[in-house]
């Protein structure tokens, strides 16, 4: 699959064609996103069923709300953020599970503005059937749908090996201890930090209070045997979570 610039979802203009035949099906879509504009954006791009065959079913920007409607609307295919509040998107993968695990089950497919190896493995072990950037162009992002909903695994090029490297081995996939401590949402805090954000920053971006995240950095230099930030950007740095 080939990545386009920065943007390239949000525009009505992209690529899918206002001349093209009608599709010959339609797959069912829910769209998991924190951000309402990225979501009007998506489904403005690749939404418009007559031309793309992309049926968005429902919308989601939270766990607690992606779970409820992708129980209620059984789609073919979520396109699932990693990052949301209330746990993230392994958390809906979590809790999904059952749906999955059917026949003709839902399909998961991340998509995502984070490229980090630690976000890609975490969702394809958490059973979604590939991991896409955001500057996917429209024209991709629908055949990229169309391939999950085939049951087929769809990455971005440079995310693929990280999803290689990982489970190359034949016997369990290499596994960090010190990082599998660390709960989703103390793994989304520790990012953060280890990015330069202010705790005022990082509760705004979560959707939690300040004190919440001292607690979650406190709860990660204890389990990690840190003693401050620094040392803390440090390890996330040698682990490429930043």
């Not at 939270?62 to 746990?87: F, I, K, M, N, W």
């Not at 999904?96 to 630690?118: H, I, N, Q, T, Y």
Request: no cysteine; glycine share 12%.
């Amino acid at each position: 699959m080939t990545d386009a610039g920065a943007g390239d979802i949000g525009g009505t203009a992209g690529g899918t064609g206002g001349g093209a035949a009608a599709p010959e099906r339609v797959a069912r879509v829910v769209l998991v996103d924190d951000h309402r504009m990225f979501r009007t954006g998506v489904r403005a791009e690749i939404g418009r069923t007559e031309v793309t065959g992309i049926d968005v079913v429902g919308e989601a920007d939270d766990v607690e709300s992606a779970v409820q409607v992708v129980a209620e609307t059984r789609p073919d295919v979520v396109l699932l953020d990693v990052h949301l509040p209330g746990g993230g998107g392994v958390e809906v993968l979590r809790r999904s599970a059952p749906l999955m695990g059917e026949s003709g089950g839902v399909r998961f497919l991340a998509l995502s503005v984070s490229d980090a190896a630690e976000d890609v493995i975490g969702v394809i072990r958490g059973g979604a059937r590939g991991y896409v950037t955001k500057t996917i162009t429209g024209t991709d992002l629908v055949a990229a749908v169309f391939r999950i909903a085939d049951g087929d695994a769809v990455f971005s090029p440079r995310l693929a090996g990280f999803v290689l490297d990982a489970f190359a081995a034949t016997d369990t996939p290499p596994v960090d201890e010190d990082l599998d401590r660390l709960t989703q949402r103390e793994r989304e805090v520790l990012r953060l930090i280890a990015r330069g954000y202010a705790y005022k920053e990082i509760a705004k971006q979560l959707f939690i209070s300040v004190k919440t995240v001292e607690s979650h950095v406190s709860a990660v230099l204890r389990k990690l045997q840190l003693s401050n930030r620094h040392e803390l950007t440090r390890w996330a740095t040698a682990r490429r979570l930043v």
